[in-house]
């Protein structure tokens, strides 16, 4: 999706010329972020003394915001400012670009921006340091932060507040997210300096919020830029009163492509999605966009049902959709592909197409797309429908319209629930699913009905909590039985939030652990050095934030307590693998050979030399069950996939043995000699779960 030099608004990022052909070939790979060339001294100087009166100020603000709950809260609308222009300058991401006819002419300058960066920062930071900001109570466009809960960096994101909007009232408004297309030099700073506004694609709605996520750079909103969604809304409704029945998901080209994803992932969230171009899977749009062909491994085309919107379109049964496409762009692919996933599995919504129109909404097709979203949101989310119907393939989405699927009989196989709810309960009927928790909403008149299950009364209602009756169900032999009033969790099974693949686990808080005992040998020890930092740099490249390291010897309870941790070398090496490693599935095995020790790394059986082999997996944690640790890995995508958003898809499942004689390249860590999945006991299977 199009690389742009200007400070185009975000919300219609043009498609990248540079996809096609040339962006096909692993070994020549462009980098993303594009390299900026390097700066003037002069301005590098005057840029790196603002960054220290910056960092001073901001310093202050910490300080006097010590153990003050109002102000510490504030602390991220502040701290954005001082990494957006620290990672600028630290990392080469400042850009001055000129007029390709008109070389003298500046279409772009960076350094401009961040000093007024620079400027607006030390502002917000004597402000809160005085106990006086001022943005809380602005309507317009707002700048805000957040730390997030997965390595602790602070994000921004833009609200625009209704100038209407009273901070001493009581009325709760609607809010619409979003997305933004991709443009791949859209560092912080830029981002920051450029209030999406009301113009472009953005179609605003008269005294709703409209909130634009960074998303943590051109990510197309996975990974932890679906959890940036989450948490700028988490945020957001700190700070305003947000109707969560009015929740609208909107977005265009690489935001039209969130907004599909979020719209059949989370179909319960929200009260109307309007999508516009972008895309929905990744074999079929690669193919058509990209002209690529597609030639994936058995698993990794098993985990492209993690983000194909195709495969959840059934979902959009319960959320109304407006979808939009220009006449002539070949973004349209998008919005056709569902609408033939969607007819097939039962729901139909309209397609706006906007007449002769390329990549950009046309005036009318804004006008008709705002009249239907407007009188959708009116009614408001429904949250118990009388009729429903649900597709998951992974528990990562597990939440139905009123119910949460809390286990499978086997992930990245289709599994479904669909019935109804009457006066006197509530039929359902399932498809791959093994464990559901249902809340009903009112404890006076849900008490005593009944829940008839694939054709079987398996329990009545009874008062279980201030909230409402509740119960957790559980198949079991074949049969559904009552397992507890209110929602339960097995250790020993795959479950919410605890189901892999290895990307999962950078979707929530971690830490990588850092070996500092002797490796196994010399090429294991190199290899796990490179991987490492292949890790961390490309963390903070693509998810823009710097990823908690720790020494193996540091590692806390606490650590272990709170987060996922990341696991880098071998048993020798890192100690906290050492503790472990008797109780993962993979294990590393010496024997005497000739009179000479030999290691073998041992998995279902099969031995690979462990002087050129190492495991890259997640399990449960053996220390703390509820977290993962992940060895030998960090998100599973790599280079070739930037440069296309349709690629950014898992590229290895639960576990995979590496042969690190094969230097690692653009697409993989090494040569994948096996991989696979566990089963929902988190177990082998003699297939590697094909």
Known sequence: MRRVSLLALLAVALPALADGPSDNIPDNVRPIPPKAAPLPDDARKELAAGLKELQTAVADAEKAGKGKKDLEALLPDVQIFEKAVRYGLEYGEIYVLTDAKDPKKVTRNDVAIHKATIAKGIERAKQLAAGKPTWTTQTGPVLRGYKSKIDGSAQPYWMIVPADYKFDGKEKHRLDFWWHGRIENVMEANFMA????????IIPAPGAFILHPYGRFSN????????DTFECLDHARQHYRIDDRRLVARGFSMGG???WQFATHFPTLWAAAAPGAGFAETKEFLGSFQNEQVKPQWWEEKLWRMYDATEYAGNLFHLPTVAYSGENDKQKQAADIMVKYAKAAGVEFPHIIGKGAGHNYTPEAKKEINEKIDAMVAKGRVQFPEKFQFTTYTLRYSDGPGFTVYGLKKHWEKATVEGERTATGITLKTQNVTALVLPFPDVQTD???????????????????KTGPQVTLRQTGGRWQVESPGPVRWPDRKQPGLQGPIDDAFMDSFVMVRPTGKPLNDKIGAWTAGEMKHAVTH?????????????????????????????????KSNAILGRIANKLPVQWVSKMVDGKEVTHLVLGGTEYTAEHHMPALIFPNPLNPTKYVVL?????????????NARQVPKLPDYAVIDVSTPPNSRFPGKIVRAGFFDEAWKLQKDDGR
């Open 632 to 644: 030998n890995s960090g998100f599973t995508y790599r280079e070739y996939d930037y440069l296309n």
């Open 257 to 259: 492509a969130a907004c």
């Open 194 to 201: 450029n209030s999406p506004g009301s113009g472009g694609g």
């Open 447 to 465: 008490t005593g009905k009944k829940i008839v299950i694939d054709g079987e009364e398996v329990a009545t209602l009874v008062k279980a909590s």
């Open 220 to 227: 197309a909103n996975k990974f932890a830029g679906e959890v």
């Open 539 to 571: 963390w903070r490249q693509q998810f823009r934030g710097d990823a908690p390291i720790k020494d193996d010897t540091a590692v806390s309870d606490d650590d272990i307590k709170n987060n996922h941790l990341i696991l880098w070398g071998d048993p």
